[in-house]
């Protein structure tokens, strides 16, 4: 069964998607979960991408795919540290060839503000 690992901002995954995804995937989180205790093909660990812990995953699971989901996903204000969180995720991936690192994030990571005209009319970025 393939194993995918979910860092990030996880607790932005409901119970029901997590169980969904482990219908087909064998699921490592990283990070606080919304599934209450370990289900079938789920397993959670309470660290971060910044933890020793973190970097034990990686030897003992062998992850075809990872998952960051940034802090700002939900408009929120992102993570402390984030940027240091996702430079070790891209580390590990690269230490254990991990073949997909996907990044779940909004323009709002982007620290993107819309400009507006004097009559309230979108202002177009050139």
Known sequence: MTEILICGCTELFTEDALLRLAEEYRVVIAGPSAVSGNQKHITAY???????????????????????????????????GETQQLEQVMLECSRSRVDKLVVFSTVDSQNYMASYGKQGELLKVK
Do not use: A, H
Request: charged share 20%; net charge negative; proline share 3%.
């Open 46 to 80: 309470k660290t971060s991408p910044t933890e020793e812990k973190f970097r034990q995953l990686f030897d003992v699971y062998s992850f075809q795919t990872i998952y960051y989901v940034s802090g700002y996903t939900d408009g929120g204000n992102g993570l402390f």
